[in-house]
């Protein structure tokens, strides 16, 4: 019979699924207890980004920031997230995830709320570290490590996504009345917010993509370094993630930076592609049909 943290859990996982499905296939492959709290934290981030996200006034919106730093502290919580905070709790008892992580990651969703353009890359990568490459030290706690370095690289790998989805979700953000490209890039190409608004494909618009891409890429060749240093059972899933979004990448660029028709992903033939490549295809294939069986 199901304990109420197994239902905790449970619902984590269902949250993971119906809302990120890449980073849900990703996390397949790991160890169960791993994997329920790897839920449990995309559940958490989920949570954060629909307070920010909601159509609430901006002080009830910190209002229920304030709710979540409460519940984050408290030993028990009631009403409709309880369950969330239940599989949170017990996933960072259980893998020591610190709650200065945890606040870190709601600081940069309430930055999201406020600050809707970057005058520069180093404003950007504060906004980064803490929207990404917290979640990355939060995952590497559950994943397993003991060799330092990997608190860098694995910043460094989700800066690389984060970026990624920066490029590919330019036409998303624009209508959102949000720029995530640093000014003073636009500027030095000579690309102005008028022609994004537009969707103009200039030749400034290519060469400031393309500056940001190499940025990108330049973040995913040091965080291969985070691979060999990570527990052997962890591995599968960071390794997922970085072939998938540096995939997106590479699909940018192969479109000459047309993320205006369309947003830009992999296709499942080409997601199984690389499941092969990774050598997982027969691992992911029947783990997904054991869990069909349940």
Known sequence: MATELDLAYDHCQRVAKQNARSFYYASLPLPRDKRRAIYAVYAYCRLCDDIADGDLPIDEKYRGFAEVRRNLQSSTTTGEDAQMYLALRHAAETFGIPYSYLDEILQGVEMDMVKTRFADFDELREYCYKVASVVGLVCIRIFGYTDANAEEYAADMGLALQLTNILRDVKED??????????????????????????????????????????????????????????ADARACPQLMHATYGGILERIEQSGYNVFERRIGLSKPEKLMLLARLGLSGLLSALSLRRAKR
């Open 174 to 231: 624009i209508e959102r009345c949000r720029v995530y490209i640093p000014q003073d890039e636009m500027r030095r190409f000579g690309y102005t917010e008028a022609e994004l608004e537009r969707g103009a494909m200039t030749d400034g618009f290519r060469a400031l993509m393309a500056h940001q891409a190499q940025r990108a890429q330049e973040y995913y060749d040091r965080s291969r370094a985070l691979f060999p240093l990570i527990a």
